[in-house]
C-alpha cells in the first residue's frame, strides 16, 4: 500500500506548509500522524496569544496560561485572571498564569482568598484549594478552629461576624436568644 501524496513530499515543503497554518490548524496536523507531531514545532507563548484572539479559541472559551503555555478553559482561572489587564486583548494578558501553575510555582502564598467562577475559594496552609472558606485568616473549614463561614452565602457580612445573624432572624425573639436577653418584655412569635 503506497503512502498519500500528502506524505511523499519532502520535509521541506511540510515544515513551509506547517509555517503557513494558524494555532488550531497545526494542532490538528499534528494529531494525524506520528511524523507530523514530531515535525511540528511546538507553539510558542506569543503564538498561543495571538490564537487567543481567534474566533476558534472565543467559541471554546479558551485562555492562555503563561506558565504551563497552553491554552486552558476559562473555569482554569481565577476570575481576576480573566478581567481587567489580563483580559484577551489586556496590556497584561501574557503574565495570565491558571489555578494550577499559580499553586505550583508559588505564585498564590497559603491563605490567598481567590475568586473563582464567582464562588470564593481559599489557599489553605495545608496545600488544599477548595470553596470551604474556614475563617478570614486563609484556612479551609477542616483547618480552622470553630464554625466555619460560608463566605459564599448572600447573607454573610465580611464587615461585621455577628451582621450574618441579624439578616437571618425574621423577628426579635431570635436576635434575643442569640445575645441572651432577659426573657420579659419578650415578643410573642404570633
Known sequence: MSSPPLLRLPVELHLEIISLLDLSNKANLAFTTRYFRSITPTPTHAEFLAAEGTPWAKTKQLYTCKGCIRFHH???FADDMRKGKWCRSG???HTRF???CGVSDALYVPGTLLTI???VHVLCICGVLTDQVGDRRGRCAGCSPGPS???NCDYFNNDD???????RASDRNHLREMYDWPEEGRL???
Open 74 to 76: 476559562w473555569k482554569a
Open 149 to 151: 463561614r460560608n463566605y
Open 188 to 190: 410573642s412569635r404570633y
Open 91 to 93: 496590556i497584561l494578558a
Open 161 to 167: 461576624d455577628d451582621g450574618w445573624r441579624q439578616e
Open 98 to 100: 491558571c489555578l494550577k
Open 117 to 119: 467562577c464567582n464562588r
